[in-house]
Each structure stands twice: as structure tokens, then as C-alpha cells.
């Protein structure tokens, strides 16, 4: 009887983290996928292959406190990385409030923003200048953005992004689901070599983690 329980005990273990790995995965971008976002986040000028392109699919526990599924794009060569930084995030209930595609957005980035909404993939150019962001690349991901904004001086005024998130510029106060170097988000993408854009010099953009990697 003991050896039967113990038995039942490993296979309800087993398939509880089949089901955990079910609920943390990434795939190709598949015809499905691809038209959801053709036009939107994958513009006819994109010069990003789809084969170097990944769908994840994570869950995340919501500003309500309850668990939520997300789905992103990302580069082939971080889809491992951000499998498991999401997976530890969920496991310790840290709050991220969406995870969404930006086309839920028609890929506008401000209104993502607004929305507070986590992405990664947007094919676009860094504000303000005519270079591919990372975020063109899939190489970049932006969480909680209301709450952690891109803050920039261009032409002597100070340019937030999301327009909306003026209340959060100051980082010297105290309020929810700011990211800094105490953060679990800051420490888990910086253990898998990620920057923070948190600690860039000339520009501060709180919600951005990247990874550095040689593009052809």
C-alpha cells in the first residue's frame, strides 16, 4: 500500500511539470502566427528573417494576483533565456500586468506602453534616431512599461515614453512594480547577460532589458 502511494505521488509530480513545461514553450512562427502579425510588428521593410523568430507562450501572475497566459516574439537566440527568466518570475509571483502581442496594439509602441503591456518584437526604429532598435531584432524586452518609462532630454525637454507615465520618472520614490537593482526582473535578466537600459548614461530606459549579440 505505501509503495503504491509512493508510486501515485511521483506520477501526479510527473505530470504536475509536464504540465508547468506545457505552459512555458516556444515555437516557430507558423502560417497562424504570421498573419497575426504581418503588417503590424513584421512590416514589409523588416530585414528579419521569420526562421530567426520565436512564439512563447508563458503564464505570469497579473497585477490582480491571479495567473494569466502571455504570449511574445523574440529572437531565436534569447527564446531560452526568456523561457526561463519568465518561469522564474511566475514561480516566485512576481506581477507583470500583460503580456501581449504589440499587433493587439496595431505594434504602436506608445499605446502599448500606455496599456502597460510587456513585448518584445516590434520592428521599429530607437526613438528619435534612424537606427534598428534592438527590439527590431527581438532582442530586447520591455516590462511593466507604465511603471519603469524611457526617459530622454531632446532639444532641451525631457521626452517621456509612455507620455502617460510622467509620475514614475522620478526612480528616488517608492511605488509598485518599479524595476531597480533589487528587482527580481533586474537580477534574473542580468544572470542570463542581459543590459538594463536602468544603468545607460546619456538615456535611462527602465522598462528595457537587451542582450548584447553580434548581428550579421
Not at 528579419?48 to 490582480?64: K, N, T
Not at 531565436?76 to 500586468?97: P, T
Not at 535611462?204 to 532589458?209: C, E, G, L, S, V
Request: with cysteine; hydrophobic share 35%.
Amino acid at each position: 500500500m505505501v509503495r503504491f502511494c509512493i508510486a501515485v505521488l511521483i506520477c501526479c509530480l510527473m505530470v504536475s511539470a509536464v504540465c508547468a513545461n506545457e505552459n512555458f514553450y516556444a515555437s516557430e512562427i507558423d502560417d497562424v502566427i504570421f498573419a497575426r502579425i504581418k503588417g503590424k510588428s513584421y512590416k514589409d521593410d523588416c530585414i528579419v528573417p521569420l526562421s530567426d523568430l520565436r512564439y512563447l507562450h508563458v503564464l505570469h501572475i497579473g497585477f490582480d494576483g491571479e495567473t494569466h497566459e502571455g504570449e511574445m516574439i523574440c529572437n531565436a537566440a534569447i527564446a531560452g533565456d526568456m523561457l526561463d527568466i519568465f518561469k522564474k518570475l511566475y514561480e516566485a509571483k512576481y506581477q507583470i500586468e500583460k503580456i501581449r502581442l504589440v499587433d493587439e496594439y496595431n505594434a504602436d509602441d506608445e499605446t502599448s506602453m500606455r496599456d502597460n503591456n510587456s513585448s518584445s518584437f516590434n520592428f521599429r526604429f530607437i526613438s528619435h534616431t534612424k537606427k534598428v532598435s534592438n527590439h527590431g531584432y527581438g532582442l530586447a524586452v520591455d516590462i511593466n512599461t507604465l511603471y519603469n518609462p524611457y526617459v530622454k532630454e531632446v532639444d532641451g525637454k525631457i521626452n517621456i515614453e509612455p507620455a502617460t507615465a510622467s509620475e514614475y520618472v522620478d526612480r528616488s520614490k517608492n511605488f509598485p512594480h518599479k524595476i531597480d537593482h533589487d528587482d527580481l526582473c533586474y537580477k534574473l535578466f542580468i544572470q542570463h547577460g542581459f543590459e538594463w537600459g536602468g544603468d545607460w548614461k546619456s538615456v535611462k530606459d527602465y522598462q528595457h532589458f537587451e542582450k548584447p549579440l553580434k548581428k550579421n
